[in-house]
């Protein structure tokens, strides 16, 4: 239970009352607002408690039974814990568990699979791709040459017969797949095929999808693909980090790009962070909540389109939706609608949407997804709710009288789903 309930002061509060109060702005942020951001997830008490321990005070530069530092014994039983937890999750030949980040797994898997100047196929940012996909000005962008592939403009899903156009035409070293904003199911065996027939190396980003693809209730690439690289905290709910797994022809060359290769000291409180979330993961209720986080999604989706909104694709598959505000409100950017519906609690991004004529920084829709509020135990009737006050708040256009209404509806949604502590 946390210390602004029991009233105890913590050592924070004690030591540094200045950051204290911004913690306890940021607590009483999420605890009163409604998260829709698809790429975040408020993670369990025992995985806050793993990532704020004593762990953080070690350096374990190398990997277990093979470190640069003495004392190592608990810092190999943490990292071999996530090791075999995240394989028997995955069921992958090999795993490296110590990237930070997605981006930087993605950076190790490239180090270790490409040499500078090499292709990379791989999905546009602005149709849903990460910026370690290749975007211009990203190190992906810098190191290789990188041709991509979009959506189809008339369905906007992927159009395999195109991507294998573009994989004939050019000979990508690699492809990529995997998204940040893509409303649909991925074939990952039709990637593998065509890497295939071009000898490219398959590296799939499962960032968004990983909770669902650990279940069951997304394809996985696990089997098919050379590499796969994930983050940790969004649909998989553990610490803010990153993993890749790989075949095991691969390991030693991924390990050795990881460290020394781009790191140095693992972050061992976030291995032990993802430890505890992995173990969640196997736990039989994860499985359940995935499948709401789906639900949801679908009832969110539905009930947005009864209001008229447009749905890039028409729908969704997985646990985001991409809105095109263009169809029912085309003033409206989705810089202004992330700004109004903040003020009201309801917490978004605006997101490009394909073939989107608008700047980055404006854009024409919302990227909207169901992991966080259905960790904090949210089903189909609060997202018909959400959906009518999202409504409500763009069609004001930042009204003040509806945002002080919706934001007290917000208040009320929030108080009868708490968030664990
Ligand atoms: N920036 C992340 C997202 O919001 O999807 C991707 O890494």
């Known amino acids: 239970m946390n210390s602004s309930i029991t009233g105890a002061k913590t050592p924070l509060a004690q030591a540094d009352p200045e950051v204290w109060s911004v913690f306890e702005a940021e607590r009483d942020r999420q605890e009163s607002t409604l998260e829709l951001i698809a790429s975040e997830n408020h993670v369990s008490p025992a ?250 999604a679908t009832s969110l989706a539905e009930a947005l389109i009864e209001r008229k909104f447009r749905l890039v694709s028409g729908g969704t598959d997985n646990h985001l939706m991409l809105v095109d505000l263009r169809h029912n409100y085309a003033h409206v950017t989705g810089k202004a609608a992330e700004t109004w519906l903040e003020a009201t609690g309801i917490i978004v991004n605006k997101n490009m949407i394909p073939f989107d004529t608008r700047k980055p920084v404006e854009t024409s829709g919302l990227r909207l997804g169901t992991p966080a509020l259905t960790t904090r135990g949210m089903g189909e009737a609060e997202m018909r709710t959400i959906a009518g006050l999202i409504d409500d708040t763009i069609r004001s256009e930042g009204d003040a009288a509806t945002a002080k209404r919706v934001r007290s509806q917000v208040r009320e949604l929030c108080q009868q789903f708490p968030i664990a502590h």
């Not at 592939?149 to 690699?174: C, G, W």
């Open 47 to 296: 995985v806050l408690e793993a990532v704020g321990s004593i762990f953080t005070n070690k350096y374990a530069e190398g990997y277990p039974g093979k470190r640069y530092y003495g004392g190592c014994e608990q810092m190999d039983a943490i990292e071999n814990l996530a090791r075999e937890r995240a394989t028997a999750l995955f069921g992958c030949e090999h795993v490296n568990v110590q990237p930070h980040s997605g981006s930087q797994a993605n950076m190790a898997v490239y180090l270790a699979a490409l040499k500078p100047g090499d292709t990379i196929l791989s999905l546009d940012l602005s149709h849903g791709g990460h910026l370690t996909h290749g975007m211009r000005i990203n190190f992906s962008g810098l190191l290789y040459r990188i041709v991509h592939y979009t959506v189809d403009p008339k369905t906007e899903v992927f159009d395999m017969a195109e991507i294998r156009r573009l994989a004939h035409e050019h000979s990508p070293n690699m492809i990529v797949t995997g998204a940040s904003a893509y409303p649909r199911s991925i074939d990952f065996d039709a990637f593998a095929e065509i890497a295939a027939e071009i000898d490219a190396l398959l590296m799939a980003d499962i960032a968004h999808v990983a909770g669902l693809v650990a279940v069951g209730l997304h394809p996985s690439p696990v089997p098919v693909a050379d590499y796969v690289t994930t983050t940790t905290h969004k649909t998989l709910r553990g610490p803010r980090s990153g993993l890749i797994m790989c075949k095991s022809k691969h390991a030693a060359a991924v390990d050795s790009r990881v460290f020394p290769g781009t790191q140095g000291g693992p972050l061992m409180h976030v291995i032990a962070g993802k430890a505890v979330a992995f173990g969640e993961a196997l736990q039989p209720g994860f499985k359940a909540y995935q499948q709401q986080i789906l639900r949801n």
